[in-house]
C-alpha cells in the first residue's frame, strides 16, 4: 500500500524554524515527485514547494521563497521541508504528496498532514 507520513509539525514562534519529513512507502520513491501543500482554516489548499526525482525543486508558493527549502534523502524515502523566518501565516495542516516524475501541482496520492502553528 502507498503511504506518505508526515512529521515534524508543531507551535513555534514567528522567526523560528522547523523540519518537516515525509516517510514514503509503496512505490518506486526515487522515481517521483514529492510535493507540499498546506490548507490554512478558512482558506483552499494550496502547493508551496515540490522536489522532482532529480532533486531540481519547484516553488508553488511565491510568498515562500527565501525561507524554505526541500531536500530529499533516496535511501531513506524521505523528503524534508525545511522551514525557516516562520510568520503567522505559514499556520496550516502541511500535507506531502506524490507526483508524477516531475512537478506537475497534481498529486496522485496525498498523505497525512501534519499541524503547523506559529505564534506571533
Known amino acids: 500500500d502507498v503511504q506518505l507520513q508526515a512529521s515534524g509539525g508543531g507551535l513555534v514562534q514567528a522567526g523560528g524554524s522547523l523540519r518537516l519529513s515525509c516517510q514514503a512507502s509503496?512505490?518506486?520513491?526515487?522515481?517521483?515527485?514529492i510535493g507540499w501543500y498546506r490548507q490554512a482554516p478558512g482558506k483552499e489548499r494550496e502547493g508551496v514547494l515540490c522536489?522532482?526525482?532529480?532533486?531540481?525543486?519547484?516553488y508553488y508558493a511565491d510568498s515562500v521563497k527565501g525561507r524554505f527549502t526541500i531536500s530529499r534523502e533516496n535511501t531513506k524515502n524521505t523528503v524534508y521541508l525545511q522551514m525557516n523566518s516562520l510568520k503567522p501565516e505559514d499556520t496550516a495542516v502541511y500535507y506531502c504528496?506524490?507526483?508524477?516524475?516531475?512537478?506537475?501541482?497534481?498529486?496522485?496520492?496525498w498523505g497525512q498532514g501534519t499541524q503547523v502553528t506559529v505564534s506571533s
Open positions: 504528496t506524490a507526483e508524477h516524475h516531475y512537478c506537475s501541482n497534481y498529486p496522485w496520492y
Open positions: 509503496g512505490f518506486t520513491f526515487e522515481d517521483h515527485a
Open positions: 522536489i522532482d526525482m532529480s532533486a531540481d525543486s519547484t
